[in-house]
T-cell receptor, first 119, second 111 residues
Framework: NAGVMQNPRHLVRRRGQEARLRCSPMKGHSHVYWYRQLPEEGLKFMVYLQKENIIDESGMPKERFSAEFPKEGPSILRIQQVVRGDSAAYFC?????????????????FGPGTRLTVL | DAKTTQPPSMDCAEGRAANLPCNHSTISGNEYVYWYRQIHSQGPQYIIHGLKNNETNEMASLIITEDRKSSTLILPHATLRDTAVYYCIVRDSFGNEKLTFGTGTRLTIIP
């Protein structure tokens, strides 16, 4: 069972461009979370999605950021008109629908992250 | 905001037990204590969680005080690969809530 996959692993954008970060959850997981980690800081929650629904977006900046988790395909975190302050590591996590395979209830499995650098 | 308090850093000799404390004095009855760690530049990794009883798995042990206001994560025989930032998180396990990370404890295993 492959883990959470994120791509690209590294992304370089110039100010004003768009960044698209992709996350494929573990098989059988329908809950996806996005977190951001600024340099030398802890992880901050951004958004929690289930298939086709945004459940909690309390950590998302009000402008330029959006997320989706379509019925088919990966979850996408989209950042429009990037600025230097968007440079960070973006981590995706997934969790299962229910207790299965001995996993801890509520356990989130994290991907390797996408490191965004805005020039 | 994080509901936990942890020391910013700790050192531990290789082969010794590493004991990482966490204070969570405002924990409520239905909240669990979770531990994750983040090895440099990688995604966080789940370690263990518990409600009120002590827990043990292949990675670590979790000791929770009777009043549940604090806990200790124990890595019984620390190796260099255990060098990481360790996060103690309080959350309701029965939802699929977000994880609220604090600043964690940077554990350095010394050869």
């Amino acid at each position: 069972n492959a883990g959470v996959m994120q791509n690209p692993r590294h992304l370089v954008r110039r100010r004003g461009q768009e960044a698209r970060l992709r996350c494929s959850p573990m098989k059988g997981h329908s809950h996806v979370y996005w977190y951001r980690q600024l340099p030398e800081e802890g992880l901050k929650f951004m958004v929690y999605l289930q298939k086709e629904n945004i459940i909690d977006e309390s950590g998302m900046p009000k402008e330029r950021f959006s997320a989706e988790f379509p019925k088919e395909g990966p979850s996408i975190l989209r950042i429009q008109q990037v600025v230097r302050g968007d440079s960070a590591a973006y981590f995706c996590a997934s969790s299962p629908n229910s207790l299965a395979g001995g996993h801890a209830q509520g356990e989130q499995f994290f991907g390797p992250g996408t490191r965004l650098t805005v020039l | 905001d994080a509901k936990t308090t942890q020391p910013p850093s700790m050192d531990c000799a290789e082969g010794r037990a590493a004991n990482l404390p966490c204070n969570h004095s405002t924990i409520s009855g239905n909240e669990y204590v979770y531990w994750y760690r983040q090895i440099h530049s990688q995604g966080p990794q789940y370690i263990i969680h518990g409600l009120k009883n002590n827990e043990t798995n292949e990675m670590a042990s979790l000791i929770i005080t009777e009043d549940r206001k604090s806990s200790t994560l124990i890595l019984p025989h620390a190796t260099l690969r255990d060098t990481a930032v360790y996060y103690c998180i309080v959350r309701d396990s029965f939802g699929n809530e977000k994880l609220t990370f604090g600043t964690g404890t940077r554990l350095t295993i010394i050869p």
